[in-house]
């Protein structure tokens, strides 16, 4: 987990960007993985040069790919890093529907990875079966609860010290906090 100063809050205007699945998906590549070009990240994710580099092209303008310095450019094929660690959701100042926009495109990517990780489970050595987890929790709480307990993942989460042993991989850690979908949308409003 990158610290809080490797993130970043996008604006209005920039957020926009982000409310595409694949655009979410190549900008974790790029934070994940490292810098690549549009088609090395055309081949891992099954698509076209051409939409892979219009895609970095527009994380590029809204500032959350730039160039890899570090990587020479060789006849066209041009290097991205990103150019922070995480995307923090922005404030009230964002029209909700992008907001809603962009939250669908990440769900939907984390989706997919979830939906990978439990195909590849039977292929996992005991340990990281073992080491893996899906669950969920149900409790009735109160808002400001709510957000208490959110910020108190969060910080858990941020600080996890990362292991230097070679046995040590990728892990990810995903969570999700909403109110129990259909109640509060339904008439069934609770004071």
């Known amino acids: 987990m990158p610290p809080p100063d490797d993130w970043t809050?996008?604006?209005p205007e920039h957020l926009?960007?982000?409310t595409h699945p694949v655009r979410v998906r190549m900008l974790g590549m790029l934070r994940i993985d490292g810098p690549a070009t549009a088609t090395t990240l055309a081949r891992r994710l099954?698509?076209?040069s051409g939409a892979t580099s219009y895609h970095l092209r527009q994380l590029a303008t809204h500032g959350?790919?730039?160039d890899d310095e570090e990587h020479l450019r060789i006849g066209r094929e041009r290097w991205w890093r990103a150019t922070s660690g995480a995307t923090r959701t922005p404030g009230p100042d964002v029209d909700p529907g992008t907001?809603?926009?962009y939250l669908q495109a990440v769900v939907t990517v984390l989706g997919d990875q979830v939906q990978q990780a439990v195909r590849e489970r039977p292929l996992l050595?005991?340990?990281?079966?073992d080491a893996s987890d899906v669950g969920d929790w149900v409790v009735r709480i109160t808002p400001a609860k709510a957000t208490a307990v959110r910020e108190?993942?969060?910080a858990l989460l941020q600080d996890i010290e990362e292991d230097d042993d070679e046995s040590a991989e990728q892990f990810v850690f995903q969570h999700y906090g909403f109110p129990l979908p259909g109640r509060l949308t339904s008439g069934q409003e609770h004071a």
């Not at 050595?125 to 079966?129: A, D, L, S």
């Open 125 to 129: 050595p005991e340990v990281w079966r």
């Open 46 to 48: 099954g698509l076209n």
């Open 16 to 18: 926009k960007a982000l």
């Open 64 to 66: 959350f790919i730039e």
């Open 152 to 154: 108190q993942i969060a």
């Open 9 to 11: 809050t996008p604006g």
């Open 99 to 101: 907001t809603d926009a």
